[in-house]
Nanobody, 124 residues
Framework: QVQLVESGGGLVQAGGSLRLSCVASGRTFSDYAMGWFRQAPGKGREFVAAINWSGYSTYYADSVKGRFTISSDNAKNTVYLQMNSLKPEDTAVYYC?????????????????WGQGTQVTVSS
């Protein structure tokens, strides 16, 4: 079982930047990807970005493409999410998770070992 701990959230003005980190401990799923998801109040959990552990393949939701960058440092068992040009609609709790099967990256049902989440608030 892998344990995931997110950090780096906070309050930022629109147009600002934040970098989220997700540290994995325990067993790591090197065959599958790591993903970032977010959940705003009253909404479901939505896909943000994913990366396979080789770091060669990355995937993004259309809403964040060109603004967010996902990366990984395998030596540190850490996945990052660099968020630039933040908008108020990016406000949410951000979670990282480990893919548990070969299903779609975009569906949270294919991910497990969810972290506790980190709050990102973007003020206008």
């Amino acid at each position: 079982q892998v344990q995931l701990v997110e950090s780096g959230g906070g309050l930022v003005q629109a147009g600002g930047s934040l970098r989220l980190s997700c540290v994995a401990s325990g067993r790591t799923f090197s065959d599958y990807a790591m993903g970032w998801f977010r959940q705003a109040p009253g909404k479901g959990r939505e896909f943000v970005a994913a990366i396979n552990w080789s770091g060669y393949s990355t995937y993004y939701a259309d809403s964040v493409k060109g603004r967010f960058t996902i990366s990984s440092d395998n030596a540190k068992n850490t996945v990052y999410l660099q968020m630039n040009s933040l908008k108020p609609e990016d406000t949410a709790v951000y979670y990282c998770a480990a893919q548990v099967n070969s299903g779609s990256y975009y569906d949270p049902i294919n991910f497990g070992s969810w972290g506790q989440g980190t709050q990102v608030t973007v003020s206008s």
